[in-house]
């Protein structure tokens, strides 16, 4: 009872102080993987917990990517079957969206091109661009902050079960395990 009072006190403050939407759904967001596939979110990837990152302005994106390594490490990274101590990890989905609006939509290419060379290629198929209008998302999520990026843990049925934003830290991390693992 006592784990039971504590989650739900920390979901409480993370809802407050994050201002993000959760318990809604997580809105249908179309882009193009750095392995050119379109992929379509949250529906491609309804058949398991997805952690999605998002982030809309140069800023942002920097501070999104002290997402990548520590996300991989967690929950991508295959577990090494000749370990001694088998290593668990939770199955989940991760994404990261780099959104290009307004005029930014112009310069997605060849910003596509440039993520291409620069993010690990163990990543690519995990990076996914959107280049579209921010008509209601900014809204939707109420990304209040152009200049941090905004972290989203969803459920199976695409509804947004936690959310933060800003840079990495070990207590984000640990919290969206948390989430991923008690689900």
């Known amino acids: 009872m006592k784990n039971l009072t504590l989650t739900i006190a920390a979901l409480f403050i993370l ?12 809105p ?10 379109e992929i379509k979110v949250p529906s491609a990837t309804q ?16 501070d999104l990517q002290t997402w990548f390594q520590p996300v991989w490490e967690r929950f991508i990274r295959e577990a090494d079957p000749n ?14 969206i780099p959104m290009f609006t307004g005029l930014k939509r112009g310069a997605s290419g060849s910003a596509i091109r ?18 579209g209008k921010m008509g209601d998302y900014e809204d939707l999520f109420k990304m209040t902050e152009k200049d941090q990026p905004y972290f989203y843990v969803v459920n199976k049925e ?12 070990i207590k984000k991390l640990n919290e969206v395990e948390e989430m991923v693992t008690d689900y």
Do not use: C, W
């Open 83 to 96: 370990a001694l101590i088998p290593e668990m990890k939770p199955d989940v989905n991760v994404v990261f």
């Open 15 to 26: 809802v407050h102080f994050s201002n993000a939407q959760v318990g809604d759904s997580f």
């Open 28 to 37: 249908e967001m179309t882009g193009t993987s750095l392995t050119d596939e």
């Open 114 to 131: 440039k993520m291409q060379k620069d993010v690990d290629k163990k990543l690519h198929s995990h990076v996914i661009v959107y280049s």
């Open 158 to 169: 695409g509804e947004i079960i936690y959310a933060t934003s800003g840079r990495s830290s």
């Open 47 to 62: 058949d398991k917990m997805t952690l999605i990152g998002i982030a809309f302005s140069k800023k942002a994106e920097d």
